[in-house]
């Protein structure tokens, strides 16, 4: 799937931040890129493709005027990553709240490589 397909670029984040699923509280990967579309998970096991999950994004402290946010979507796919001991899943976020959507791109532009 290449950047035309997706419609916006993944932009890779300074940070490695803890994705939780809010149904269990258990950790379920790691974020490694975001678009207020969608993001890129890391995670030791694969996730199902096609399901539907809630995962709560914790933010960096001191600069957010929130701990975390929730983004609802479903798994695009998932493959084994470059480093055999991970896999990686694609997550899309179609419907993200006014909110959600003003601190993805406050992280974006914070914590985000630009080139």
């Known amino acids: 799937m290449g950047v035309e397909s997706r419609g916006m670029k993944r932009r890779q984040l300074v940070y490695y931040l803890k994705l939780y699923d809010t149904e269990t509280g258990q ?37 957010f ?3 975390s946010v929730v983004l ?19 997550f899309e976020v179609p419907h993200l709240g006014h909110e959600e959507r003003k601190l993805v ?7 985000a490589f630009h080139d």
């Open 27 to 63: 950790q379920i990967g790691n974020l490694v890129d975001i678009t207020t579309k969608g993001c890129k998970i890391v995670s030791r096991e694969p996730l199902p493709v096609g399901q539907a999950m809630n995962l709560r994004l914790d933010l960096p402290e001191g600069y």
């Open 65 to 67: 005027s929130r701990e």
């Open 105 to 111: 791109r406050q992280l974006i532009d914070r914590t």
């Open 72 to 90: 609802s979507g479903t798994t695009l796919w998932s493959r084994p990553d470059v480093n055999p001991d991970f896999h990686v899943t694609g």
